[in-house]
């Protein structure tokens, strides 16, 4: 399976601190993005990466992708209580990619308490 | 900003009933996604659809079926609901093509469906 997996499962941090997220996949891939979900609600897009990149920036968010370990993190900067949702990577299949699937992680629920 | 609209965010079913789960996006895309979530499996691709009346399964699509008879409109269908479908079920879409803004998903607001 392609399925990304991310870790730790759970991350609890205060408000300020820096939460780093990580995910590992195991086929060639186009590019990989990360999603986040708010309780009960559906998953909204973040930040997409190329195989090509090594790091993209978007507001707090840093992400960052090695392809020779398969894997990518991403780092939100300075937290916020309102940045606690489930964090998810996703991941298309490479070379042989069919018609824009992606296949999604299990998640990282980060809690940021004030 | 793209909208894609679930029919309903809660719904309760009794077991072998019918079940339609609606999804409407109104940004004329080309591909339309139906996953489940449950807890500690992450999401799972169900069916997809990349044109109208066309239609590839999933990884999960045993016990469902889907419709699509017009571009903005992708349906979901539990033949007979068993105990077991009893989950979170989000649409999704998306341009097709590559490059620029059309690899990222539009997901809907999910429906949590409980099969009683």
């Known amino acids: 399976s392609q399925q990304g997996e991310e870790d730790p499962q759970a991350l609890s941090i205060q408000e300020g601190e820096n939460a780093t997220m990580n995910c590992s996949y195991k086929?060639?891939?186009?590019?990989l993005q990360w999603y986040r979900q708010n309780s009960g609600r559906g998953l909204v897009h973040l930040i997409l990466i190329r195989s090509n990149e090594r790091e993209k920036h978007s507001g707090r968010l840093r992400v960052t992708l090695d392809t020779s370990k398969k894997s990518s993190s991403l780092l939100i900067t300075a937290s916020r209580a309102a940045d606690t949702a489930s964090y998810f990577c996703?991941?298309?299949?490479?070379?042989?990619?069919?018609?824009?699937?992606?296949?999604f992680g299990r998640g990282t629920q980060l809690t940021v308490w004030p | 900003d793209v909208k894609v609209t679930q029919s309903s965010r809660y719904l309760v079913k009794r077991t072998g009933e019918k079940v339609f789960l609606e999804c409407v996006q109104d940004m004329d895309h080309e591909n339309m996604f139906w996953y489940r979530q449950d807890p500690g499996l992450g999401l799972r691709l169900i069916y997809f659809?990349?044109?109208?009346?066309?239609?590839e399964k999933g990884d999960i699509p045993e016990g469902y079926s889907v419709s699509r008879e017009k571009k903005e409109r992708f349906s979901l269908i539990l033949e007979s609901a068993s105990t077991n479908q009893t989950s979170m079920y989000l649409c999704a879409s998306r341009p097709a093509g590559t490059g620029g803004t059309n690899e990222k998903l539009f997901f809907g607001s999910g429906t949590q469906l409980s099969v009683l």
């Open positions: 086929t060639s891939i186009n590019n």
């Open positions: 996703a991941t298309d299949a490479g070379r042989g990619s069919t018609l824009g699937r992606l296949y």
């Open positions: 659809s990349y044109d109208v009346k066309m239609k």
